[in-house]
Every structure is written in structure tokens, then in C-alpha cells.
């Protein structure tokens, strides 16, 4: 019998997050360790009467990958993968990795050559999103592996897990409940609506932005779970100033400690870290785009109270902002393209405000509004 909470969270994912109908094509993408969420989200998938569709992954398959592609294969995109980014209605990404350290010695020429290669499906996954023809959801499945990342046991991590999607015994209705933060989130936004600069100030950044023109997105469970932000993408040419980001920054499964970036003009001029420097300046040179915001971000669940070294939870840390480098989401207005999208955390809960057009609507760690 599977774990209520697993029942809770397919629940979430397949009623709430893709409102999956009749008739509708249905990719997971996952691996082996994930099957306890892939066989119950297969059996809600058909009772709703959609067509599920496993692409499943075996254990150290990324590894082996690397270790023996040619570059033609580097280049190759899968066309199953293809397929369900361009053609299905709904695709789930479901992470459940045995070893989150695989990738860390991979020459990362290649790993960058292979992300061009895949750039078009994330393309087409924000192109679709926005446009409404692709529902789409990342998330992971709790594991050992996850666990020891978040220095945590694994029964710990898993109520940490469930409690942060809110498909925990304590929530008597998880669809209900995210309903209700996306009506708290939607005020928020409302706040930004026909405003202009934002100003985060604190011991750690004195960056402007500019919003304008530009929408906010309700990140409430629909395209992430745990979720929990609220985002833009900001005017490409308008971030100022400097920002310390007191988490580190993972990509490529290289974690990058204590990044400083200056911007002027939207664009990053100045860039140091404490670990993995080199790291950081070959990514920032991955393309034209790689130097610019495509995402300015806040987080609001104040259940992940903690840095797990996962992305997922980390950048929906209650108290926190993130920005990310490269592309950004069509939705939003963000017209930045790259093969690069990464995500860097800034903790705003000590002596930090942001202000929009010179009022403050966030001070230490909480919304004021």
C-alpha cells in the first residue's frame, strides 16, 4: 500500500498542477527509483481518462551517457523526448537521482554542448507554456540521495518533503490548500501592477530593477512543486548595481560559493566567487543572453526553512529572492534567450527591504503589504 502522502502528492500533480482531462497525452519523464509516485500517478492518469506515458531512466544513466557519447550524440536530441515536448498536453519531469554528485567530474565543455543541443526542448516547453498548449510540472520524489544532500535522515527529510508540498497528514484537502496560496499570491502581485523600479537593499545587495511593462507570474504549485514564489522577467537592460548571493549557486551538479555580481545596464560586468570561479566565468560566456537577468523571483514558503542544495526547494525559501541568469519566461514579458537558466539565492530575513518606487512593500524577510 503506498503511502498516503504519495497518494496526496500524485493528487496534487495530476488534479491541481495539470488538470489532466480526457483524451489528453500524458509524458513522465522519471527513473526506476521513482515508480511508488509513477504507479499511482498512472492509475489517476487513466481514471481521468488521458493517455499516460512513461519515458523512464535507468540508474547512472546520465553518467553512462557522458562517459561514452561521441559528439554526434552529444548533439542528438532523443526523439521520444522530442515528442513530448512538442506534441503532448501535459509532461511531467520528475527527478528522483540515486547519486546527485554523478555529473560533478564531467569535462564541462561537453556538458555545455549538450545543453545546446536539448536548448530547443526548453524552448519549446516556455514557448507552449505560455502559450497554453503544453501544462507542465518539475518536481522530484524523495529519496536517500536527497536526504544526505539536505544533511538530514530520510524519514526527516521525507516529512520535511511532504510538509512543503503540503501533502502532508496535516492537510485535509492539498488541492484546496494550494488553491488558497494562489489567492494570497495574487494579491501580492497585484502590488507590482503599473509599478516601475524595484529596489532591493540590504547588507548582502543594492540592486534597481525595472518592471515595467513586465508580468508577474503566481508560482502556486503549478509548474513546481514545493512551491511557493512569486517572479517576473525583468527589463533586460535595467539591472543596476550589486548583489551577494549567500547560497550557493548549482548547476551542472557544481555547487558555486559566495558569487558577487555587478550589473550595469542589465548586464553582468564585474563577477567573483569564493569556489569554482572559472566555473562561473565560462558559464557566464555561454552566449549572448548568458550575461542577463531573465528572471527576478521571491520566495514565499516559509515551510522550506532551510537550504537543501536543491533548487527546487531552495529558491522558494520564505525570506529569499533569487534571480536567474539567462533565459527568462515569455510570460513574463522576458524577451533574454540562452541555453543557460540558473538560479542564484539571496536571504533577505536580517536588516533587508525591497522597495517598489521608492516604498517599501517587503522588509526583513516578510511582506509588509
Not at 504519495?6 to 498542477?17: F, M, P
Not at 527589463?235 to 550589486?242: D, F, L, Q, R
Given at each position: 500500500m503506498a503511502d498516503p502522502r504519495?497518494?496526496?502528492?500524485?493528487?496534487?500533480?495530476?488534479?491541481?498542477?495539470t488538470k489532466v482531462k480526457p483524451g489528453e497525452l500524458v509524458a513522465i519523464h522519471t527513473n526506476t527509483a521513482a515508480e511508488e509516485l509513477v504507479q499511482v500517478m498512472i492509475g489517476l492518469i487513466l481514471e481521468r481518462g488521458a493517455f499516460p506515458h512513461v519515458i523512464l531512466d535507468v540508474a547512472n544513466q546520465e553518467e553512462l551517457f557522458y562517459l561514452h557519447a561521441t559528439d554526434e550524440m552529444l548533439d542528438f536530441v532523443p526523439r521520444f523526448h522530442k515528442m513530448a515536448f512538442v506534441e503532448f498536453d501535459v509532461l511531467f519531469k520528475i527527478r528522483c537521482e540515486t547519486n546527485t554528485r554523478a555529473l560533478s567530474q564531467v569535462d564541462p565543455a561537453r556538458q555545455g554542448r549538450r545543453q545546446k543541443a536539448l536548448a530547443p526542448l526548453l524552448a519549446a516547453q516556455m514557448q507552449r507554456g505560455?502559450?497554453?498548449s503544453l501544462r507542465w510540472m518539475s518536481t522530484h520524489f524523495p529519496n536517500?540521495?536527497?536526504?544526505?544532500?539536505?544533511?538530514?535522515?530520510?524519514?526527516?527529510?521525507?516529512?520535511?518533503?511532504?510538509?512543503?508540498?503540503?501533502?502532508?497528514?496535516?492537510?485535509?484537502?492539498?488541492?484546496a490548500h494550494w488553491q488558497e496560496i494562489e489567492r494570497q499570491q495574487q494579491r501580492l502581485i497585484e502590488a507590482f501592477q503599473g509599478h516601475d523600479q524595484v529596489h532591493v537593499l540590504g547588507p548582502n545587495a543594492d540592486l534597481t530593477l525595472s518592471v515595467k511593462g513586465r508580468t508577474f507570474m503566481n508560482a502556486c504549485g503549478t509548474n513546481n512543486l514545493p512551491d511557493g514564489e512569486i517572479y517576473t522577467g525583468?527589463?533586460?537592460?535595467?539591472?543596476?548595481?550589486?548583489v551577494r548571493f549567500t547560497y550557493p549557486a548549482i548547476i551542472q551538479s557544481r555547487a558555486v560559493e559566495g558569487i558577487e555580481l555587478k550589473f550595469q545596464d542589465g548586464k553582468v560586468v564585474q563577477a567573483s566567487s569564493r569556489t569554482n570561479q572559472d566555473f562561473l566565468l565560462r558559464m557566464l560566456d555561454s552566449d549572448a543572453g548568458s550575461r542577463f537577468l531573465g528572471e527576478f523571483a521571491i520566495g514565499t514558503n516559509y515551510e522550506i526553512d532551510r537550504f537543501t542544495r536543491s533548487i527546487l526547494f531552495d529558491e522558494k525559501i520564505g525570506g529569499s529572492f533569487h534571480m536567474a541568469l539567462g533565459a527568462g519566461y515569455p510570460e513574463t514579458g522576458s524577451v533574454n534567450k540562452s541555453v543557460i537558466h540558473w538560479d542564484m539565492i539571496c536571504d533577505l530575513r536580517q536588516d533587508s527591504e525591497i522597495e517598489l518606487d521608492g516604498e517599501a512593500i517587503y522588509r526583513n524577510g516578510r511582506f509588509t503589504i
Open positions: 504519495v497518494t496526496k502528492y500524485a493528487q496534487i500533480l495530476v488534479d491541481y498542477s505560455a502559450n497554453g536517500q540521495a536527497y536526504a544526505m544532500e539536505a544533511e538530514m535522515g530520510l524519514e526527516e527529510y521525507k516529512n520535511f518533503f511532504y510538509r512543503a508540498c503540503h501533502a502532508d497528514e496535516g492537510t485535509a484537502d492539498p488541492v525583468p527589463v533586460e537592460n535595467s539591472a543596476n548595481g550589486w
